[in-house]
């Protein structure tokens, strides 16, 4: 059984009242992990500015 299978059963399982939590928590995990990706890709931005703006970089690229 998959781990969402397992996850589907448990909240099949779990009393109704349960359910608003189990959503909110979801959504919480979605959103962290989008800032998470955004964060990272933000904060690498400025390392790999120094690569890609270069006069190298630019004369490489240029017949794309």
Do not use: G, Q, Y
Not at 13 to 42: C, G, H, T, W
């Amino acid at each position: 059984m998959s781990t969402k299978e397992l996850i589907l059963k448990e909240i099949d399982e779990a009393p109704e009242e349960f359910s608003s939590e189990v959503l909110e928590f979801i959504r919480a995990l979605k959103i962290v992990r989008a800032i998470d990706v955004n964060e990272i890709s933000l904060l690498s931005e400025a390392a790999l500015a120094k690569d890609w703006l270069s006069p190298e970089e630019d004369e490489a690229w240029k017949d794309l």
